[in-house]
């Protein structure tokens, strides 16, 4: 079995709880309330401008031409197209470009960015890999599950975000990172593989963590 496949289904009951959170629930029912929502969305603005450096390093990493070009253009595609979409969908929920630069990340996106980052930084291109598939995987499923919910993809505040991450195009995205993954642990020891397994654990954890963070609105102890 691929590597990617074993993770897969050994992960199975984390990634269900990821699945199953209320925030997640509340998108797929339109019960989420706008305001979980724009907590979410400038908490994420400050996450993706963390992962779009994680990209950097993935070219920095990689030793082949072709892997350090679909790095670079996953870079460009995150800075210069995904967060304009950020900012436009933003708008929608009444929060300001200023708002958004001026915006201060949480604990959770302090630890789960820092973390993807440590990890990349001493790490090889398999470790790059590791850190970035679970959010790319996990959010191609969850958009391809609820996108499967009659009505769920219409949602006049949440629709849009469901149809990006169902789209073809963010699945071509999150497939060649597992195809990736696989190519670069194909004859790898186990204690390499054990590494790799907990870092992809670690970062899929760091993602029900960043839903139940944006579902409690949570800042650090006594922020106003
Ligand atoms: C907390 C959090 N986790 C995952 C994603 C999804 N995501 C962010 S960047 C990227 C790669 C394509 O640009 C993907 C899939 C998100 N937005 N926020």
Redesign the pocket.
């Known amino acids: 079995m691929k590597f990617s496949q074993r993770l897969h289904e050994k992960l199975k009951p984390v990634w269900r709880q990821n699945h199953n959170h209320p925030f997640v629930k509340g998108m797929a029912d339109g019960s989420l309330e706008p305001e979980k929502f724009r907590f979410y969305m400038v908490q ?1 603005y400050l ?2 401008i963390q ?1 779009a450096k994680v990209f950097a390093l993935g070219a920095v990493k990689a030793d082949d031409l072709e892997t350090m070009g679909k790095f670079a253009a ?1 870079l460009d ?2 800075l210069n197209e ?1 967060m304009a979409l950020h900012r436009q969908y933003a708008a929608r929920f009444g929060i300001s470009e200023e708002e958004l630069e001026a915006a201060k990340p949480s604990p959770i996106t302090i630890a ?1 960015t820092h973390y993807m980052l440590h990890a990349a930084q001493n790490g090889t291109l398999a470790d790059v890999i590791a850190a970035v598939l679970p ?2 995987w996990s ?1 191609w499923e969850i958009g391809k599950e609820l996108h499967a919910i009659p009505g769920a993809a219409d949602h006049e505040l949440y629709g849009e975000w469901i149809n990006m991450y169902a789209s073809e195009e ?1 699945g071509q ?2 497939q060649w990172c597992i195809d990736l993954l696989d190519q670069h642990t194909a004859g790898k020891s186990k204690a390499e593989l054990d590494k790799l397994e907990e870092i992809f654990l670690n970062t899929t954890r760091f ?1 029900y963590m ?1 839903w139940d963070m944006a579902y409690n609105g949570e800042m650090w102890p006594g922020h106003a």
Request: glycine share 6%; hydrophobic share 40%.
């Open positions: 994420d996450y993706l992962y996953l595609g995150t995904e789960y959010c790319a959010y963010f995205m999150a993602e960043f």
